[in-house]
């Protein structure tokens, strides 16, 4: 009986119990194997009814629910015993070796106990789901009968002298330890659960987040096991495989992460600071950031340090199995002498660690635990990071509601100021906080490293590590230098972005005058200069990943060759390998250390400029204005008890105040007071000291009309922003009148001096949002008010024209409208609000007569009067001044006058008549403004055109969502799921190749050089340093003479013999692996370079390529494609060709490379690893087939919820005044936490997503250096492998663990990043025109056209070969020198024909003759280069008014001028600074567009050629400027033919011929005065209507 459970060894009775029972070892081991089989008893019948009755539990999303008191401590405590256990198991099997027959009794109650601890903890963990604290009991009677049979054990070794030296002794005592502890856990729960013992046991809840189904992130509330693995994020990440991931999937954030707890937090620790002494003292934002969030940091911290700590274990190990393979093999004859009591082995506490199997175990959880810890360590500081994020955006936020108006309007803090302390600085402290840990974790790992390598090698390790050291500063250097040249290729790129969009914007223009190529170069030439700083970005990139790679080779080059040096025999391979592997892990510290820097630099900056901003004036918080708001955010006091108990009683929704809209107040009988405002002794001031506002006393009567008039600049809307507490108060008060005493009680959450007053601003304000939203402005919507405001306003015309009515997206993502349309909207919102004030400011400066009348009668007298509101309305109309109840007259800032019309008639005759005069002038307009075409018909009508053009394309607006929903409706589930794991290998080619093939050929075969000279560099080191070891052994034995003295011999080997093979191998070894270092450093820098410059070449290529084909596309593309869309592959996607994607993928191919490489070595030194290999390959398959897709799906939500974010906080600072007035600032602030909840949600789970893949290729990891090691001592001991090689096997397999994570990483970046060269080649795709002709050039004579005789024969022309034609079988004769005029209603093909004279559409029948040449024939540059036209939108472009004149440079300065002087514009031009070489803004914004149209008249004068078209020129301008307009037609182009296409007919009444059109056919074609007197003709309607 071989496996007896005592033993049967020679001489002893096992079972004797002679001495006592307890005194058997037999017995006391068999003691303790009872409580394990206990727990298993009664434990498994309860886990399988719990699970057969699964189904039962509370819903699923619970099993997160509740943790009973010391929860973490107890999954430690039972980790630390598993591990305990395997010890004590370990410890069994090596000592039962020792004895003759086995004896069960050493190692098995050690597997029993394991397996009773892992049933512990999986019974724990289903309790606490399932909330039922009674069966604990099980557990805790398990705990103390093992705690009384382990101390029985510990009590029998001490009687025996079994001391600490012996292992057995040291892991029963902790054994005893952590039982004992676990009882005391155990205790813990009973005493703070109750559940039995007591009488009452204690009700729990879980907690509230988790009552609210919405909370997806679980991270918080899961067991510790799941938090370390991120198990929780499963479901999610494989899910996402069959179905994206949607906003709603990811849900709510916990409550403790929202940016409200946060922001409290924060704000708290930043008010604390200021303290009754020193109110002034700016509080450091330091100092609050470390209050509120440095616990989380701290704990971070700490886990890094284990990481660090425990990455070390590594190279230790390696070194101690190589060196013990050794002695294993010696010492396979027990010669010791055995220590033995109670008749079996014990083993030396030291003896353990040299067993190389043991010493690969303790490598794998060494690596596990190290890799579970810097996961832990990176997530809290992210979450930390988001945390700040949120709480920063909130400060900032409340501080812009805050912000003083002067500050906004005086430039002291711009626009874009916020902008960039929304998106760029709270990122920055963001970043600065992920990476803060390494500030203080990377010394310490340094030093330790040094010191360990001082420990193995002696000097020469300080040597390589000198090496390391003395670059850190040039990695330093390299990484400020990135930064800079970022900075200034982003400026060119800006510059470039600029030039872009004005070719797109006037695309039209510049193909009608056949400029593109110049503009093309100008846009070539700034994207000379971006690629230029972009090399110098390249090379210094390169650089940085050069020193990266080369920098360990250097070191291991310099130590070994000193250690060559130093110390005559070399160094062991257990010696050598760690050194190595030690070298590996210092360049990353280092490596990061750079970035950190640069971080923290950039930290601080940002910090600064917060607090600048926070520190910067506020809006007077007098108590008149602003109330007692409950929980308003005043800066001395604190209402943080408040908030709490607020938030406890209702933790779903944020409360920031306690905000209800103010209710309409009903007007009493009983109200004596009538005035709604009074201001008395005002002066007041925007900030600077004097006042532009003075003596001002004024009132404002309940219920009327008041008027406030008076010139441009004399203070009406400044008057309305200081009664809105919107100035600073030098002296005086405004007084609102107060509620009537009875309705005080009712209403007491009103601000008790002042409602929400409805106000509309002069400059128009719209919010990104629908423009039901827009005019709602989140009052509760009743249909009829709506209605009857938007009648008021004659909105209806308007939101009919927009493609969804008004759900349409408005604002500044949404449709451009038009000024009159903004303005009538921002009306429309004061109107609707419910308040008894109405202030409108100037609503009429931006409409036409019709409009202004309407909205006067319909919505100012009827609407707002009935409702008895009062009114305040600022106007230059004086003709509405006899509608006022009240006027207020001002004059350079302060009141000339104030009461009725009456009063001002019969006391201020002068004033009164000079009103008379401006009244007479301002009907003179009245007149001629209605024979024009009104503004508004005419604005609706680009609206119209908007859409009109893109229709046809409105699904082409989201092509890219809509090209993938496509694919993936076609078939079913199982395509879906392939299509959202493939990696688009066809992009990655189409990329390559751009950059051109030599590169590519270059970049391939230097990487694989570089890698395999890396591998032979460790290679040859295993060779040498195995050599050494096996020739001094074999000398030593030889001098010797078969004697053991080969200690003496071996230290003596310096003895210059003849035969000495040492001396010989060292000449050998050394230089070749001088060589290989060499060799290895060069490719390093050959291949860091390649990447960078084919990335480089292959951004020229695209963009090149982009620009070329987007210029020469048919005008058709402009009209389909959305101008944004164009923009977005100019802007977005090419900035990620260059920049990111050549990091990116440099970064690939080198963890790929370095994985396959490892892999390869261990392979070949023990091919059984190849095995094991298989399932790890399928498990690290299906791991970066789901975290790709999931990552992607995450980006994606990131990206678009940060949008909305940022335009949320430019928004409100635009409309600060408006918001303020209403009194919306607490939904406003509801909004901003909401979005940014909403974005650090998408954010948190992306980093999650991160955290889930590195926990398991991490795993992963550690399962190939276990088994890589396992495999290698196996080998080993059947004599096949040298030590060197074991080591060199180990020291790549630890590598693969750091590198796995990136493969996967890169790629789903790679992956996203391909999506960009994707759109660009949708577009490289695209037709260009045929600019070829069938004439050469020189065929056409160099005049042509000279006398500008047009033939039009059967001419069809349409748009798209898919589209209807647009002009049908026309056909007409223009004679030289003629003026023809062509009319038609909108639609009936005017503009097509001009555009068919320059060839710009598809011409598919007949064809169109001037002066004997059919221009489908010609070139089209030279075509469109001799013909003039001036559009109906007059476009300028940036730059000087010479080369808006002239962009070829090929006209003197005289010609330039005369044409000026023809257009009326010379003496305006010669009063600019610099004349012709005067600016001209972006869009030519510094000139009205009455002179911009005259400068396209100048433009098509100096071409001189002999044929002018004009399409509807005259449509944007006054009578006065069109009138001159006509003259110079007349006159200056008398000699050459003009086709005027027109909207007012009267402008062709005097033409030499006119043509009426209609649907695309010609329908009277006469002299005017002929088709005048067909009195039923089109041309007469025409000419009575415009009349």
Avoid at 666 to 674: H, V
Avoid at 909 to 929: A, C, F, G, I, P
Avoid at 1187 to 1215: I, N
Wanted: a neutral charge; charged letters at 20%.
């Amino acid at each position: 009986m071989a496996l007896s459970f005592c033993g049967i060894d020679n001489g002893t009775n096992a079972y004797s119990v002679e001495k006592g029972v307890l005194n058997n070892g037999c017995f006391v081991d068999a003691l303790n194997l009872v409580p394990h089989v206990f727990l298993l008893f009664i434990t498994f019948p309860i886990l399988f009814i719990g699970w057969g009755s699964q189904s039962s539990k509370v819903q699923i999303h619970h099993n997160t629910w509740l943790h009973f008191p010391g929860h973490n401590l107890r999954w430690i405590l039972t980790f630390s015993l598993l591990f305990v256990h395997v010890c004590e198991f370990a410890e069994g099997i090596v000592s039962n070796k020792m004895m003759e027959t086995n004896h069960l009794h050493l190692f098995m109650p050690a597997f029993m106990g394991f397996i009773a601890a892992t049933t512990s903890v999986v019974y724990y963990h289903n309790i606490e789901t399932s909330n039922f604290p009674k069966l604990l009991l099980v557990l805790f009677i398990y705990w103390v009968l093992a705690f009384i049979t382990k101390s029985i054990k510990l009590w029998k070794f001490a009687e025996y002298h079994v001391g600490p030296q012996h292992l057995r002794f040291c892991i029963t005592a902790l054994l005893v330890l952590l039982y004992g502890l676990l009882m005391a856990v155990e205790i813990n729960v009973i005493r703070i659960r109750r559940y039995v013992f007591f009488a009452n046991p204690q009700k729990v809840k879980p907690p509230e987040d988790l009552q609210d189904l919405g909370v997806r992130f679980l991270q918080p509330f899961v067991n510790l096991l799941s938090k370390a693995t991120y198990w929780w994020m499963n479901p999610l990440i494989i899910g996402a495989h069959k179905r994206p991931i949607e906003l709603k999937k990811i849900g709510k954030l916990p409550i403790a992460m929202r940016a409200l707890t946060n922001y409290l937090r924060l704000k708290d620790a930043y008010e604390d600071q200021r303290t009754a002494e020193d109110p002034d003292r700016a509080p450091s934002i330091w100092r609050s950031m470390y209050r509120a969030f440095g616990r989380p940091i701290l704990l971070s911290s700490t886990f890094r340090y284990l990481a660090d700590l425990l990455g070390f274990a590594g190279p230790l190990c390696i070194s101690g199995i190589v060196k013990y393979l050794k002695t294993d093999k010696d010492v396979a004859t027990p010669d010791k002498v055995k220590e033995t009591y109670f008749g079996v082995y014990f083993m030396s506490s030291t003896e353990l660690l040299q067993n190389t199997s043991v010493l690969a175990v303790l490598l794998f959880l060494a690596l596990v635990l190290q890799r579970t810890f810097l996961q832990a360590s990176y997530y809290v500081t992210i979450e930390t990071g988001i945390n700040l994020r949120g709480a920063l955006l909130a400060m900032i936020y409340n501080k812009i509601l805050r912000l003083s108006t002067s500050n906004m309007s005086m430039g002291e803090m711009t626009l874009g100021q916020i902008n960039n302390l929304v998106a760029i600085e709270t990122n920055q402290l963001m970043w600065f906080l992920f990476l803060c840990p390494n500030l203080w974790a990377m010394p310490v790992q340094i030093v330790m490293g040094v010191i360990l390598l001082y420990y193995l090698l002696g000097w020469s390790a300080l040597v390589g590590a000198s090496v390391i050291v003395l670059l850190a500063p040039v990695q330093y250097l390299i990484a400020t230098k990135l930064a800079d040249t970022q900075k200034s290729s982003l400026e060119h790129s800006t510059d470039r972005l600029k030039k872009t969009t004005e070719i797109l914007k006037g695309i039209k223009l510049l193909k009608l005058y056949a400029w593109e190529n110049i503009f093309c170069d100008s846009v070539e030439e700034t994207r000379g200069k971006e690629l230029t700083s972009l090399k110098t970005f390249a090379l210094y990139t390169s650089m940085s990943i050069f020193m990266n790679a080369a920098i360990p080779i250097a070191a291991v080059l310099a130590t070994f060759v000193m250690h060559h040096f130093l110390d005559k025999t070399g160094p062991s391979p257990s010696e050598a390998f760690a050194a190595l592997a030690l070298f590996h892990i210092l360049v990353t510290p280092l490596f990061l250390l750079s970035t950190v820097v640069r971080f923290a630099v950039k930290a601080l900056v940002s910090v600064q400029k917060l607090g600048e901003f926070l520190q910067s004036d506020e809006i007077g918080d007098d108590s008149w204005r602003n109330g007692d708001m409950p929980l308003s955010f005043e800066a001395g006091k604190k209402h943080l008890g408040v908030t709490k108990a607020i938030n406890r009683k209702q933790p779903m929704r944020y409360q920031m105040d306690n905000y209800e809209q103010p209710t309409r107040r009903q007007m009493r009988p009983t109200e004596t007071e009538d005035v709604a405002v009074k201001v008395s002794n005002g002066f007041f001031t925007w900030g600077s000291n004097l006042s532009t506002l003075s003596d001002i006393n004024i009132r404002i009567p309940t219920g009327q009309l008041t008027m406030i008039v008076g010139q441009v600049g004399c203070g009406k809307s400044s008057l309305l922003l200081a009664m809105l507490g919107e100035m600073q108060t030098i002296e005086g008060r405004v007084f609102w009148s107060k509620l009537p005493e009875c309705e005080v009680a009712r209403e007491e959450n009103i601000s008790k001096n002042r409602y929400s007053v409805a106000y509309a601003t002069q400059k128009s304000w719209l919010l990104n949002a629908t423009v039901e939203e827009n005019i709602t402005f989140g009052c509760h919507f009743s249909k009829q008010r709506y209605k009857a405001v938007i009648d008021a306003c004659s909105l209806q015309p308007d939101i009919d024209l927009l493609p969804f009515g008004d759900q349409t997206e408005i604002g500044e993502r949404g449709i451009n409208l038009s000024g009159g349309q903004r303005q009538r909207i921002c009306v429309a919102r004061a109107l609707y609000q419910n308040t008894n004030i109405v202030f409108l400011d100037d609503p009429f400066s931006a409409l036409d007569i019709h409009l202004s009348d309407h909205l006067m009668q319909e919505g100012i007298l009827k609407f707002l009067q009935d409702d008895k509101r009062t009114v305040v309305l600022v106007t230059h109309k004086l003709q509405y001044l006899i509608h006022a109840d009240w006027i207020i007259a001002m004059k350079d800032g302060s009141v000339l006058r104030e009461g009725t019309l009456k009063d001002i008639q019969t006391h201020d005759v002068e004033l009164y008549d000079h009103w008379k005069t401006l009244m007479n002038r301002q009907d003179q307009e009245l007149e001629k403004d209605i024979q024009q075409d009104s503004q508004t018909t005419l604005e609706r009508k680009t609206l119209r055109r908007a859409f009109y053009s893109r229709e046809a394309k409105n699904q082409m607006d989201d092509e890219d969502e809509e090209e993938e929903e496509e694919e993936e409706e076609d078939d079913n589930m199982s395509t879906t799921t392939n299509r959202r794991s493939k990696i688009p290998w066809r992009m990655c080619w189409c990329y390559m190749s751009s950059g051109g093939f030599f590169m590519v050929f270059l970049m391939v075969s230097s990487k694989l050089l570089k890698h395999s000279v890396i591998v032979a560099i460790d290679y040859w080191l295993a060779l040498w340093t195995s050599s050494k070891t096996n020739q001094s052994a074999g000398a030593g034995t030889y001098a010797s003479n078969g004697t053991r003295l080969a200690d003496s011999a071996s230290s003596n080997a310096t003895l210059p013999t003849p035969g000495n093979p040492e001396a010989e191998s060292d000449s050998y070894y050394l230089p070749v692996f001088i060589v290989l270092c060499a060799a290895g450093i060069t490719l390093c820098l050959i291949t860091s370079l390649t990447v960078e410059f084919l990335g480089l070449s292959a951004a020229t290529n695209l963009h090149h390529n982009l620009l070329n084909k987007i210029i020469h596309a048919p005008i058709r593309f402009f009209d389909i494609t959305p101008l944004g869309q164009i923009l977005n592959r100019f802007s977005a996607d090419t900035n990620i060709i260059d920049q990111h994607i050549p990091p990116t993928l440099e970064s690939l191919t080198r963890s790929t490379l370095l994985c396959l490489s490892a892999i390869g070595v261990i392979s070949s030194i023990t091919p059984a690893f190849l095995i094991a290999l298989v399932p790890l390959a399928v498990a690290f398959y299906f791991i970066q087939k789901y975290f790709r897709v999931a990552s992607k799906d995450l980006q994606d939500l990131d990206d678009s919820t940060q949008l909305p974010l940022l335009c949320h906080f430019s928004e409100t600072a635009e409309g600060l005044t408006t918001i303020r007035a209403f009194r919306h600032e607490a939904r406003f602030k509801q909004r901003m936490l909401e979005l940014t909840d909403t974005n650090n949600t998408a954010y948190l789970f992306l980093s999650a997503a991160n955290r889930w893949l590195e926990v398991r290729t991490d795993y992963l990891g550690a399962v190939i250096v276990l088994t890589a090691a396992g495999a290698s001592i196996w080998s080993f001991s059947y004599g096949l492998r040298s030590g060197g090689l074991v080591g060199l096997g180990l020291t790549y397999a630890l590598t693969v663990t750091n590198y796995l994570n990136w493969v996967v990483r890169n790629l789903a970046d790679l992956e996203v990043q391909m999506a960009a060269v994707k759109k660009v080649n949708s577009f490289l795709s695209t037709e260009s025109e045929n600019y070829e002709g069938s004439m050469d050039t020189s065929q056409v004579p160099e005049n042509w056209p000279q006398d500008g005789e047009i033939k039009i024969q059967d001419l069809c022309v349409r748009y798209d070969p898919m589209l209807k034609p647009v002009l049908k079988h026309v056909n007409a004769y223009i004679e030289p020198g003629q003026k023809v005029g062509i009319c038609g209603r909108t639609g009936s093909g005017k503009s097509s024909l001009s555009l068919a004279f320059f060839n710009m559409v598809d011409i598919f029948e007949g064809k169109i003759v001037i002066d004997g040449i059919d221009i489908c024939k010609l070139p089209l540059q030279t075509l469109r280069s001799r013909l003039s036209i001036i559009l109906q939108d007059p476009v300028l472009f940036s730059g000087s008014i010479r080369f808006n004149l002239d962009p070829e440079r090929t006209c003197t300065d005289d010609r330039l001028w005369e044409a000026l002087e023809i257009a009326q514009l010379k003496n305006m031009v010669k009063a600019l600074p610099g004349g012709l070489d005067a600016v001209v803004t972006e869009g030519g914004e510094n000139f009205s567009v009455g002179q911009r149209q005259l400068f396209c008249l100048a433009r098509a004068f100096v071409r001189k050629s002999s044929i002018l078209i004009m399409d509807e020129a005259t449509a944007s301008i006054d009578m006065a400027t069109e009138n001159i307009l006509q003259k110079v037609v007349m006159t200056a182009f008398a000699d050459r033919t003009v086709v005027t296409i027109a909207h007012r007919v009267h402008t062709i009444l005097t033409a030499d011929l006119v043509i009426v059109m209609k649907r695309g056919n010609i329908l009277e074609y006469d002299k005017p005065e002929t088709l005048l007197e067909q009195e039923d003709g089109m041309f007469a309607s025409f000419v009575k209507a415009d009349m």
